[in-house]
């Protein structure tokens, strides 16, 4: 499976690519950032992160896309810059029909070093060690992509399997008989 790893962002949107299995040695296939420019009006920038995703997308042709959720921060306004970037690359998947997942920064860091309270460095180190690269990606936005891609190539088959589960348990539960509720329960 190829995966595009996405970390959102209106100065430096992170860009990567891996591909392979679970339980198997990765491949970085591309990493990089699109850059706008700070004195660019939002809706100029958002216009330069779309295109740069469509390049992306059209250059390395991935099964999917893993885009870094956006959480709660202290500065309103950096959270609304990352929230627009994420927006514009989950469309940008969705209008090709490719899936879209979204990882907690915590998921990611806890997914590629063991834990979800890592450092920045630590992240870029093991992005490193698991694509077998001789030095962290840089800027970090280009290797926190990558994690995002590993991410989702570790967490999709048990995420996938886990939805089978629950299709298949409401499945059931709706085609069994209805059967009467004991008194004071609504249904």
């Not at 698991?130 to 936005?141: E, G, K, N, W």
């Amino acid at each position: 499976m190829r995966v595009l790893g996405v970390d959102p962002g209106l100065t430096r949107c992170g860009l990567g690519v891996v591909e392979g299995v679970a339980g198997r040695p990765l491949t970085m296939k591309a990493v990089g950032v699109v850059r706008t420019p700070a004195d660019a009006g939002i809706p100029e920038r958002l216009v330069l992160i779309e295109r740069g995703m469509e390049e992306w997308l059209d250059a390395h042709r991935p099964e999917a896309v893993a885009v870094e959720r956006v959480f709660s921060q202290h500065n309103v306004r950096t959270v609304m810059g990352t929230a627009q970037a994420s927006a514009v690359a989950m469309l940008c998947a969705a209008r090709r029909g490719l899936p879209v997942a979204l990882h907690t920064p915590s998921e990611v860091k806890a997914a590629v070093t063991g834990t979800g309270r890592a450092e920045k460095a630590q992240v870029g180190a093991m992005v490193a060690r698991l694509l077998r690269l001789t030095s962290p990606p840089r800027p970090a936005d280009a290797a926190d992509a990558l994690a995002l891609a590993i991410c989702h190539l570790w967490r999709a088959p048990a995420q996938q399997r886990l939805s089978r589960l629950q299709q298949a348990h409401a499945a059931a539960r709706g085609a069994a008989p209805d059967q009467r509720a004991p008194k004071g329960t609504v249904r």
